[in-house]
């Protein structure tokens, strides 16, 4: 019963990110004048799709190929499998929320609203019959509204920069599969290699890769991947740790038993053994 509810709830946690994704974010006023939001549309060099399923892919057959060769039981795997998805679900609902918050505009933004000048006069006019300064704040800043550019969810995924939903997914994967790959390994332990060191850090390489792409294809500002990729690392140590014991563990390549129907096995077989003792061979 423990299994299923612990599967239930990561599915309503995807769930619940996936429809706040879906909600129009904050909307900040911008300056046209404002470089940070001025860099051309160069299209994403990796697409969430593919980041999606082959991480995802890679991580199972880690994670099962750990399974075949180490024998595990059906409910360690389901572990590893169930921290793995409930990592990124939770970390993608925490930053989507912030990211609604927050409103913050993309570095290519500019070039994705696609000015319409005539509105921009428009309210250029509408001012001047309160001052003739060219500075005045309410002269100067702008909305959606100026935007040619009527597609919502462009328009609506152009003002989630902060954080970044790559960053913060890949590392809470990564963080999350190599801290079960150290724990796989026994890196710990004091019989380990070098070699399981290097093993244990390729995920990280990968994930700064992946984050450093965002701000390469102008989606991101560097603060947008350096928080993300923070809140992903949190939350992958966070839920790894939840059901792995530490690396300094002896047994930490094993999951800790919470489930309840094996506990409530274990409990159930103590009392009868309380109750019931076996016999020794001189009392029969």
């Known amino acids: 019963m423990g299994i299923l509810i612990d599967w239930v ?4 946690t995807c769930f619940l990110f996936g429809v706040i994704g879906k909600i129009k974010p904050y909307e900040r006023q911008f300056k046209l004048d404002d470089t940070t939001i001025s860099h051309p549309y160069k299209g994403e060099i990796i697409k969430m799709t593919y980041l999606f399923s082959i991480t995802l892919i890679v991580c199972f057959l880690i994670i099962t190929g750990f399974k075949i060769v180490k024998k595990r039981s059906k409910f360690d795997y389901n572990q590893a499998l169930i ?7 939770i970390s993608s609902l925490f930053v989507n929320v912030i990211k609604n918050l927050a409103g913050r505009y993309r570095p290519d933004f500019i070039s994705i609203c696609d000015i319409d000048f005539n509105k921009v006069n428009e309210q250029y006019e509408y001012y001047s019959n309160i001052t003739t300064d060219i500075n005045y704040g309410p002269r100067n800043l702008f909305d959606t509204s100026i935007c040619k550019n009527k597609n919502e969810r462009k328009l609506r995924e152009g003002r989630r920069s902060f954080p970044s939903g790559h960053a913060s997914f890949i590392f809470s994967e990564m963080t999350y599969i190599s801290l079960y790959m150290a724990g796989q390994l026994h890196l710990l332990n004091k019989k380990t290699s070098l070699w399981k060191l290097f093993v244990v850090l390729i995920p990280y390489t990968i994930a700064i890769a992946v984050a450093l792409s965002r701000v390469f294809d102008y989606h991101h500002h560097w603060d947008d991947v350096t928080v993300g990729g923070f809140i992903g690392f949190i939350f992958g140590i966070i839920v790894y740790f939840f059901y792995f014991p530490s690396l300094t563990n002896e047994n930490c390549d094993i999951p800790y038993q919470r489930d309840s129907d094996i506990n409530n096995k274990k409990v159930f077989e103590d009392l ?13």
């Open 9 to 12: 709830f990561a599915i309503i």
């Open 272 to 284: 009868e053994n309380d109750v019931n003792p076996k016999s020794s061979p001189n009392e029969i």
């Open 83 to 89: 921290g793995l998805v409930f990592s990124f679900c």
